[in-house]
């Protein structure tokens, strides 16, 4: 399986910019897809995570409001829109795959399997 992240770049504060995670050569089910990001010397953290089947959304704090998480099933690509930017959302983002089985919290790094290899989102103040 691959996850090809892609859309980052550099923006000003207040910006908007859309991430997109397509998702290839799989051959196993689906629960979630998750968007995480990381500074570094920082841990990886949660931001935003999507139910396949039934297309339900769940984000951190942080960015609730602000970005939103879909799919394309068609596509089998998943997006992360983020507006109204912050400096604080600096970070290189990562989507992941989740399966069936796990048991524990979702917003945990280790509940998923295979990652994409980031795409370096920078928020000029």
């Known amino acids: 399986v691959q996850l090809q992240a892609s859309g980052g770049g550099l923006v000003q504060a207040g910006a908007s910019l859309r991430l997109s995670c397509a998702v290839s050569?799989?051959?196993?089910?689906?629960?979630?897809i998750g968007w995480f990001r990381e500074v570094p010397g920082k841990e990886r953290d949660f931001v935003a995570r999507?139910?396949?089947?039934?297309?339900?959304?769940y984000y951190a704090d942080s960015v609730k409001g602000r970005f939103t998480i879909s799919r394309d099933n068609a596509k089998i690509t998943v997006y992360l829109q983020m507006n109204s930017v912050k400096p604080e959302d600096t970070a290189v983002y990562y989507c992941?795959?989740?399966?069936?089985?796990?048991?524990?919290?979702?917003?945990?790094?280790?509940?998923?399997?295979?990652w994409g290899q980031g795409t370096l989102v920078t928020v000029s103040s």
């Open positions: 992941a795959i989740n399966r069936p089985g796990w048991r524990g919290p979702l917003d945990s790094s280790t509940a998923y399997d295979f």
């Open positions: 999507i139910t396949w089947a039934t297309g339900s959304t």
């Open positions: 050569g799989r051959s196993f089910s689906v629960n979630n």
